[in-house]
């Protein structure tokens, strides 16, 4: 069975059972800045498991097939994957989530028919007496519920301790027992073998049953293979750790998508799977290469071609490993990158980054010079876009940056590589570092700084060679470069941030007051209301929530409103200067004047500070538009910054934007605002809006049914932000600057309204004292009159400069002649030292070069004192004796060494400052001391 009819079938099964059929999250998790990336299914859940919100739509059962990613914090599975079977950086996890529905009879039975029923009725039909489960020890009515539901034994059924089968989401807060099923692959795999030394209970063949300690031994040998964990959130864990009943307990479930195919394709290694063979094949494809021996993905090798063992002609070794971490590195980043993570320097992009590294790094081992993950990221998306839309969506952005992060890091790989190897020698344990052994900090920083290698891929290479990696010394070189720590991502436990404001017994709510409350803000920004509930904060700030509410709170990028709430005949008032969402609910925090009560309110959003953030909001949309229109399609929001004084707005695209760019895309924006355009809003279910061509921005979460922004023919986004009614009220778009914020994103930052207007003014003035420096009246003539006059006055200075330069080389005629002039012999050649008047260095050294080129054959030193106090030595050598290898930089380097200074330059020409009051002396002893050097030349 294959993996895709597996993913069906699992999705399916469940929905014909009243589970509602979620989309995946994305990797990024939406509302938990606490974790790197999606790791489990529930993860998009959590505020429902924890009491925080209700199920979309009610429903209180839902199925999911999520994307997740473990490369970093406590789920970190780097660096095993490629060298064992069932390690990945990116896997799909199927679920089913019960949220105080049915709980553990109803999962175990789910689970059960699923696993082994008839495959004819869309289950999976594992044989069920190679089945066998796991229960936590503790919990018997698990065990009897196996038994009843499932009819297996008690003898295969395994006890296990709380750290195999208890979950919990913190030290604190809902958890409970697990229940776990393994299927025996040495039953169910065509290639399963047992490991050389194999001994014990565990590796009988027979069906009879095994102790928990052979189980368990097996399990770990990887014979037993779990593929479904099912957890029954059943206990609330006080911080004393007493375990309180949940009143309405929870099932949550994961199954390992490329663990299943695996058992059903008969294999024992899941890269051996149809989820990975077309992508090794590819690897195959590009590197030339035959993958492993005894296995090349169900085709012959190319008669004449690649030892499977070995390289080209037999001259390399070739770890297969490095075809699985290709195959496995080459999802993590389509998907990465596809839910809007840009390779970076610092979290999860650096963390993308080292996975990309890593792929290159691997191909690299396999004699590939070239990029290699491209074009097996390019068959991920193939292979996956009718169930992940997002990968084709974002395909060419996801090709030309990967692409471009290949280039990048092969552009430096091998000076990398051949440096690690001087560090890290095969065959010896010497090291870097006095501790023997050890790569030293500075060098491991030095192959991080120069050549782009992550700490953490040197450290990945220093262990497959015996080597440790000074990493204390590394963050201090890093630190000392950067002027500060690299500040390291802690693992934590899944959790949810509550907001600081969410403690309940801090608020007083006005009686009868309900949890509802209506946001008004897209329809007025003052209404007649009441308060609800208010705490108070420090000093006479309070936080304040109102039955309904015009006040917008930050999301999306756009910032939150200010604006006063004034009690009854103004009896009390808060001056509004932040705004919060607190449990679902949004408060207004800010400064009280008088005594709050509850009772009717006004609540005013400041008008003109909303109309400026209304029209930076619909201009970001015009922007990010006319970007994928005059651009491309690869080009996707990257983060937004909305604003009342500017816009600011990121996005993908791989080079700089040149003025006629910036030209064409600003006009394009105001063609939009000047058409007058309606702004419609509208509520529409997710699945639709998407399909009707509305944009989803990267790492958004959206419900079922979403807010749909429209601009006719120009864009149509899901967004929750304020915007104006039509786009003539945005009045003016000005783009006033693009930059580079990391590879492969830029950003642009502009003005609207009233703040385009003061900045085109601000230019307005600049220019107009431009023109009255230069006597041009710009009313009158026009800016192009001024830009001529600078142009002429560029071009007359470049003329001076000229005659100036000439006058200095042969003007100062008599100047030179006197110079050389007093020349002396030294040997065949001649020395002719003197004092200038040049006013600065550059002059000197004009003067020096025309020494040098009548000089001949000979050396001239000249000196001089300038104004600002300092004094300068020139030495000049000419064409013959550089060839007899004479050079000024030695020669300076000579005298300052006798003379106590410092000084170098280039062969032909060089230089040393010297004490102004003692230039003559020395102009003296450096003469002397050339014709001594001189001497010997000949």
Known sequence: ???????????????????????????????????????????QFKRVF?????????????????????????????????????????????????????????????????????????????????????????????????????????????????????????????????????????????????????????????LSEFSTDAFVEGAEAGRFLEIWNLVFMQFDRQADGTMVPLPKPSVDTGAGLERIAAVLQGVSNNFHSDVF???????????????????????????????????????????PASFRVIADHARAVAFLLADGVFP???????????????GVRHAWLLGRREPTLVHVVEKVVSQLREVYPELHVRHK?????????????????????????????????????????????????????????????????????????????????????????????????????????????????????????RFIGYEAIEVETRVAAYRRLDGNRVAVVLEETPFYSESGGQVSDTGEITGAKNAWRVDVDDVKRVDGQIAALGVLTGTLAFDAATARVTPARRRDITRNHTATHLLHAALRRLLGEHVHQAGSVVEPDRLRFDFTHHTPLNSEDLDRIERWVNEGIWQNSEVRTTEKPYAEAVQAGAMALFGEKYGDVVRVVEIPIRSVELCGGTHVRNTGQILLFRITSETGVSAGVRRITAVTGPKAFEFLRERDRALEGIGDALKVSVHAAGAAAVVRKVDQLVADKKALEKKLDDAR????????????????????????????????????????????????????????????GKATLVFVVGDALRAKGVSAGDLVKGFAAKTGGRGGGKPHMAQMGVAADGLDGAITEARAYVAHALAGVS
């Open 277 to 319: 063979t077309p992508l090794i094949e590819e690897v195959e494809r590009v590197v030339g290469i035959t993958y492993a021996p005894g296995y090349t993905l169900g085709r012959k090798p190319t008669p004449g071609g690649m030892d499977p063992v070995r390289g080209a002609k037999g001259t390399r070794t070739v770890d």
């Open 397 to 517: 952005h996801l090709i030309e940056t990967t692409r471009a992060e290949e280039e990048r890091f092969l552009a430096t790989i091998d000076g990398g590589m051949a440096r690690f190897d001087e560090l890290a020698p095969e065959g010896s344990t010497q090291g870097s570092s006095r501790i023997r052994g050890t790569i030293a900090g500075e060098d491991a920083f030095k192959l991080y700084d120069t050549f782009g290698f992550p700490v953490d891929l040197t450290e990945l290479m220093a262990r497959e060679r015996g080597y440790l990696v000074d990493i204390s010394g590394f963050e201090a070189a890093l630190a000392a470069q950067r002027k500060q720590s690299q500040i390291e991502r802690k693992s934590k436990q899944l959790s949810v941030v509550a907001d600081e404001l969410a403690d309940a017994a801090q608020w007083e709510r006005a009686p009868g007051a309900t949890a509802k409350q």
């Open 809 to 868: 080389r042969g003007g100062s005629g008599n100047a030179v002649q006197a110079l050389l002039g007093g020349a002396v012999t030294a040997g065949a050649w001649r020395v002719a030292a003197g004092r200038s008047d040049a006013a600065a260095l550059p002059e000197l050294q004009a003067l020096g070069d025309t020494v040098r080129e009548q000089l001949g054959e000979g050396v001239g030193v000249l000196g001089a004192a300038f104004e600002d």
């Open 344 to 358: 970076s320097n610092e979290g999860r992009g650096y963390v993308l980054r080292r996975i990309l590294r890593r």
């Open 50 to 206: 924890l009491g925080m919100d209700e199920p979309p739509d009610g429903n209180r059962r839902a199925v999911t097939s999520q994307k997740c990613v473990r490369a970093g914090g406590k789920h970190n599975d780097l660096e095993q994957v490629g060298h064992t079977a069932r390690h990945h950086t990116f896997f799909e996890m199927l679920g089913n989530f019960s949220f105080g529905d049915y709980f553990k009879r109803d999962a175990i039975r789910f689970a059960w028919e699923f696993v082994t029923g008839d495959p004819a009725k869309g289950n999976l039909g594992i044989p069920k007496e190679h089945v066998r489960v796991s229960v936590f020890h503790e919990d018997a009515e698990a065990r009897q519920l196996w038994k009843d539901e499932a009819g297996l034994a008690d003898s295969r059924i395994y006890g296990l301790s709380a750290k195999d089968n208890f979950w919990q989401m913190a030290d604190t807060g809902p958890c409970g027992p697990c229940s776990e099923l393994y299927v025996d692959l040495a039953h169910l795999s065509k290639d399963w073998a047992f490991p050389k030394d194999a001994s014990g209970e565990w590796t009988r063949t027979d």
């Open 1 to 43: 069975m294959q993996s895709a009819e597996i993913r069906s079938r699992f999705l399916k099964y469940f929905a014909a059972r009243q589970h509602a059929v979620r989309a995946s999250s994305a990797l990024v998790p939406a509302d938990d800045p606490t974790l790197l990336f999606t790791n489990a299914g529930m993860v």
